[in-house]
């Protein structure tokens, strides 16, 4: 046992991760975190009997042959209380006369898609020939050099060989956004289909990698969402030895002469320890939790590129079973829905009816608005009207379901909205955002997961694409460098064949 102690500022899925990592490799370890409940930004709540899902619509190395997978085994995320299902068709274009499914089989996906729109081709095929290319392009894990481990881990070079015609296309992929990529469908129905999977300001490259995790098995949902897997994280770190304290807020953290880390908190308590662990939101914590904010080279370039992607969340507990209704809809509108200062020519609905999130017979809907929005809030909340809005947009997003699902009509018992707003006063990142926007635009900036012996981040802020991938890798990786600094045995958690 090192005897060495470590503390971690956060408890979301980096934290929980780190936290796991740290304590089965015998450092003394202590997360301290905000909130009442694990998780962080990728966490579920419950409103009347509601559960709403914050965090996870997809899980990328939820399969068993993807290496990310063995990080959320180790870190005790994926359990046997939550398996993972894969949806499929995983989204639904909802139309007048019927719907147009997105398949995850790829040559089922194609036959679809081009007998809805044979106009449509040349394009068609351009994306089906992508998804097969990425068709091994994965979140690799891997491990320092001069690590000792409990196992023999070693570079294997032919998982970056059968990557290899993947990275041929990325340069493209990465010069557009999903926006652009989608734009080049010339029928307005795949535009609205394709479109309605994810926030059309990121890269071209992270959609035609979320596609084909689809295609290729990946990318399911854990049953009991985020805040299962969070629950699951927290009882595995407590099995090891850690220790939680929740309704922790920290203040600063400092280093003494003799290199020894100091952690204050905002009710003046002081905590000493060999090695403090930030995996908060890395873009705030360098303005704030240090006596003089970060000015290094990296800190400049985040402060100045970063782009926060922002939502928000609107959540419906209704009173109708929908489990004949397809699990992600897309619906085109006639009108745009106006939101703030957004607009949308189609809403996404996440339709949770099979999921357990509500009493029996009824089901949890949830619409999220994305985009630029938190000076929109902040503002509001400046001149007093923030309540007002937040009804207002609400109100009419629940009007606008009721009729796009008839189902749902008079149905709806508790609308619950999240603003960027709401995030930030729960998890204090910046601007609000539950991750950041990844494009040509933002890059390049890595932030370093060993800022010095002793001080190390972690999370999705440090390394863009971001999300639950980037979280758990980094939570993987800042532990060993940790042990290797401290010249102690990184424990993998994996079985020596």
């Not at 009419?396 to 796009?404: I, K, P």
């Amino acid at each position: 046992m090192s005897g060495k102690s470590v503390i971690i500022v956060g408890g979301g899925i980096s934290g929980l991760t780190a936290g796991v990592y740290a304590a089965r490799c015998g450092f003394k370890t202590l997360i301290l975190e905000k909130c009442a409940t694990p998780g962080g930004v990728s966490t579920c709540w419950v409103r009347k009997g509601y559960q709403f899902e914050g965090g996870v619509h997809w899980l990328t190395g939820s399969a068993p042959d993807r290496p990310l997978n063995q990080v959320w085994k180790g870190n005790g995320a994926l359990r046997d209380n939550n398996p993972v299902y894969n949806k499929d068709p995983f989204f639904v274009l909802v139309l007048p006369g019927g719907e147009l499914p997105l398949y995850r089989n790829p040559e089922k996906m194609k036959a679809t898609l081009l007998q809805h729109a044979p106009e449509d081709r040349k394009a068609i095929r351009r994306l089906y020939r992508h998804i097969k290319w990425f068709k091994n392009f994965h979140t690799p894990v891997t491990y320092l050099r001069g690590l000792r481990t409990d196992v023999k881990t070693q570079f294997n070079p032919m998982e970056f060989i059968r990557m290899f015609p993947a990275l041929t296309l990325t340069p493209g992929l990465w010069a557009r956004s999903v926006k652009g990529y989608v734009e080049r469908f010339r029928n307005k129905d795949l535009r609205a289909l394709l479109g309605g999977i994810m926030n059309p300001e990121h890269n071209a490259l992270s959609f035609i990698v979320t596609l084909s995790s689809f295609a290729y098995g990946d990318s399911g949902y854990p049953s009991g969402g985020s805040l299962l897997m969070a629950r699951n994280m927290e009882e595995t770190f407590l099995r090891e030895g850690g220790e939680i304290r929740y309704n922790t807020i920290v203040k600063n953290v400092r280093e003494n002469a003799d290199g020894r880390k100091m952690v204050t908190l905002q009710n003046g308590e002081t905590l000493e320890c060999d090695a403090v662990i930030i995996s908060a939101d890395a873009r705030a914590a360098i303005d704030h939790l240090f006596d003089e904010p970060l000015q290094d080279g990296w800190a400049r370039k985040m402060r100045k590129k970063l782009r926060t992607g922002q939502c928000m969340f609107i959540g419906m507990g209704v009173k109708a079973d929908l489990r004949n209704r397809p699990k992600s809809m897309v619906f085109p509108l006639e009108k745009p829905f106006e939101a703030g200062p957004l607009k949308f020519t189609s809403i996404t609905v996440h339709n949770y009816a099979t999921d357990a999130y509500a009493p029996e017979g009824c089901t949890v809907l949830s619409v999220l608005l994305l985009g630029d929005c938190y000076s929109y809030w902040k503002q509001a909340r400046e001149n007093g009207s923030y309540n007002s809005c937040k009804d207002d947009i609400s109100q009419r997003c629940c009007a606008l379901v009721e009729e796009l699902i008839p189902e749902a009509r008079g149905c709806i018992e508790i609308c619950n909205m999240a603003t960027p707003l709401t995030v930030q006063r729960y998890c204090l990142t910046h601007e609000g955002s539950y991750m950041a926007v990844w494009n040509r635009r933002t890059m390049p900036y890595i932030a370093p997961i060993r800022y010095r012996k002793g001080i190390y981040f972690a999370g999705q802020r440090t390394s863009l694409s971001g999300g639950l991938p980037i979280a758990a890798q980094t939570g993987h990786k800042v532990v060993q460098y940790l042990c290797r600094d401290f010249d102690e045995v990184f424990v993998t958690g994996l079985r020596q064949e």
